[in-house]
């Protein structure tokens, strides 16, 4: 057994976690979707690596429908949705595979 530093250890075991805005669920960051509200405007950022104040969903189409249904997003955001940057997250919603059984 080598001898690491003790911080190292603590740094490689630790996985960020972030929870669902729709259904609350904790899950490891890199499993949930980031959105990222860069100059007013709500993107998608699959790398999760944008700067600004971000939001996570699952990518399931039931919990962007959730998130994106009334003023969720925008409250934990702090911003406020326009009606065709709402759209565009409403259809990249659709485009992900409904959640059915819950899967682990
Ligand atoms: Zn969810």
């Known amino acids: 057994m080598k001898n690491y530093p003790k911080q190292q250890i603590l740094r490689q075991r630790h996985i960020p976690q ?58 934990v955001l702090r911003t406020k949705l326009t009606l065709e940057n709402r759209q565009v997250l409403i259809e990249y919603g659709k485009s992900l595979p409904k959640r059915g059984k819950k899967q682990i």
Not at 32 to 53: F, H, M, Q, T
Not at 59 to 72: D, F, V
Request: proline share 3%; with cysteine; net charge positive.
């Open 18 to 75: 972030r929870s669902c805005i729709a259904c609350r669920e904790t899950k490891a960051k890199r499993e949930l979707i980031r959105l990222v509200c860069s100059a007013g405007v709500v993107e998608i950022d699959p790398e999760g690596k944008k700067a600004g104040r971000g939001a996570y969903l699952c990518p399931a189409c039931e919990c962007w429908e959730t998130g994106l249904k009334g003023n969720r997003l925008e409250y």
